[in-house]
């Protein structure tokens, strides 16, 4: 079993439509959490981080759910320019700072 | 304000051969982690270094080596390629301290022939 699992997708959305991905992760003992995006053959950016509150930044909302090791993205509006794959990302910080990628979750935004 | 860069862009080897991929991290960070990205998979961790050591290493071969300078720059060399390691080397800086975030260079693409 992967550590951290993704639906690969793709989802494909209407534009303005609300979409939800959903990961989880195996490795209790993970302490930080973020989404990242990655563009086709381009570098994953930091989308934002994820924290037990639940945090917003714009149409983007990630939640945590640490009793079921599960993390969400929900993206409202959904613009042309939100096509990408998001990437679910985990730190078990024990012992610095490696970061634990998911395979990725892909979304096409259709006009 | 420069962000993480790498170098070269592309790079095509033959099997066997010896590559050394370079990298500079963002202004103002210390940590510089590699990742390796093969078609279609996520980043897997490679190594990290911090004042100049290896401080932590994923789940890689010993031909897979790092350094880090003085400076905060790494080097990523990776010897014996083969075909298997044909994929997108990335780079990422942080200021240490877990949990911090990382911020990624735009990658070496290393074709093994």
């Known amino acids: 079993r992967k550590e951290v699992e993704q639906d690969p997708g793709p989802f494909n959305v209407p534009e303005g439509a609300t979409v939800a991905f959903n990961c989880t992760y195996s490795?209790?003992?993970?302490?930080?959490f973020f989404w990242y995006r990655q563009d086709c053959r381009k570098e994953p950016k930091l989308l934002m981080s994820?924290?037990?509150s639940g945090n917003e930044d714009g149409r983007f909302t990630a939640q945590l759910n640490r009793a079921s090791q599960y993390i969400s993205l929900l993206i409202r509006d959904s613009k042309l320019s939100d096509s990408a794959t998001y990437l679910c990302v985990v730190n078990r910080n024990n012992a610095g700072n490696m970061l634990t990628f998911g395979g990725g979750t892909r979304l096409m935004v259709k006009p | 304000d420069a962000g993480v860069t790498q170098s070269p862009t592309h790079l095509i080897k033959t099997r066997g051969q010896q590559v050394t991929l370079r990298c500079s991290p963002k202004?103002?960070?210390?940590?510089v982690s590699w990742y390796q990205q093969a078609l279609g998979q996520g980043p897997q961790f490679i190594f990290q270094?911090?004042?100049?050591?290896?401080?932590q290493r994923g789940n890689f071969p010993d031909r897979f080596s790092g350094h880090q300078f003085p400076n905060y720059s790494s080097e990523l060399n990776v010897n014996a390629l083969l075909l298997g390691d044909s994929a997108l080397y990335l780079c990422?800086?942080?200021?240490?301290?877990?949990?911090?975030?990382?911020?990624f260079g735009p990658g070496t693409r290393l074709t093994v022939t």
């Open positions: 990422a800086s942080s200021t240490t301290g877990t949990g911090n975030e990382q911020y």
């Open positions: 490795n209790s003992a993970s302490q930080s």
């Open positions: 202004s103002g960070h210390d940590t």
């Open positions: 994820v924290y037990s």
């Open positions: 270094y911090y004042e100049e050591e290896e401080r």
